[in-house]
């Protein structure tokens, strides 16, 4: 039973460089959503997708992109790290909107 | 403007305690969401509960429990002779129709032997 996938579970970036969080769910679920998580935050929304194809931004969408090509794939691609974007960050999927969200393990990011 | 706020950041009880959450929430919607998630030390998200808002009656399972006020708009996370497994963060959020979940900032429940 995977769940939600997410790779890589650590990395380190330097300021200015590019990189794509991986998440992949095997559930069929049509919803999508990536989050951070920041001490004292809680988990901010970046994007989300109701279905492949279909994107749209969340409450801190900027310095992110998303794609979403098939329904199982859904990345996060950091355009220029910057010191600013560490942080844990969370995938997350489920069947409807507002029905149970699964996550991932999370993937803690350093930009240096 | 916060959706979600859990007025307390840390509580710190003895093993057997009750220890109470509080999560109130602000949204103009008639139709909504609550949950209660749960964020152990090895970090990762595990759904407690869901419920909707036309749904009032209060739910327990097992040493878990939940009080649902709409008229406070408040929906209270209860933990009954708390244990050390009981330590973690907790994540209050609401659903709305737009398709997004807001958390709350969370509260640190360390639970003392």
């Known amino acids: 039973n995977a769940g939600v996938t997410q790779t890589p579970k650590f990395q380190v970036l330097k300021t200015g460089q590019s990189m794509t969080l991986q998440c992949a769910q095997d559930m069929n679920h049509e919803y999508m959503s990536w989050y951070r998580q920041d001490p004292g935050m809680g988990l901010r929304l970046i994007h989300y997708s109701v279905g492949a194809g279909i994107t749209d931004q969340g409450e801190v969408p900027n310095g992110y992109n998303v794609s979403r090509s098939t329904t199982e794939d859904f990345p996060l691609r950091l355009l220029s790290a910057a010191p600013s974007q560490t942080s844990v960050y969370f995938c997350?999927?489920?069947?409807?909107?507002?029905?149970?969200?699964?996550f991932g393990q999370g993937t803690r990011l350093t930009v240096v | 403007a916060q959706k979600v706020t859990q007025a307390q950041t840390e509580i710190s009880v003895v093993e057997k305690e009750d220890v109470t959450l509080d999560c109130v929430y602000e949204?103009?919607?008639?139709?909504?969401?609550l949950f209660w998630y749960k964020q152990p030390p090895s970090g990762e998200l595990v759904f407690l509960i869901r419920?909707?808002?036309?749904?009032?009656q209060n739910e327990i399972s097992g040493r878990y429990s939940w009080n649902f006020q709409k008229s406070t708009s408040s929906f209270n996370f209860t933990i009954t002779a708390s244990q050390v497994v009981d330590s973690a963060v907790y994540f209050c959020?609401?659903?709305?129709?737009?398709?997004?979940?807001?958390f709350g900032a969370g509260t640190t429940v360390t639970v003392r032997a």
């Open positions: 959020a609401l659903g709305e129709g737009d398709y997004k979940l807001s």
């Open positions: 949204t103009r919607d008639t139709t909504y969401y």
């Open positions: 997350a999927s489920s069947l409807q909107e507002v029905t149970e969200a699964f």
């Open positions: 419920r909707n808002s036309f749904d009032e």
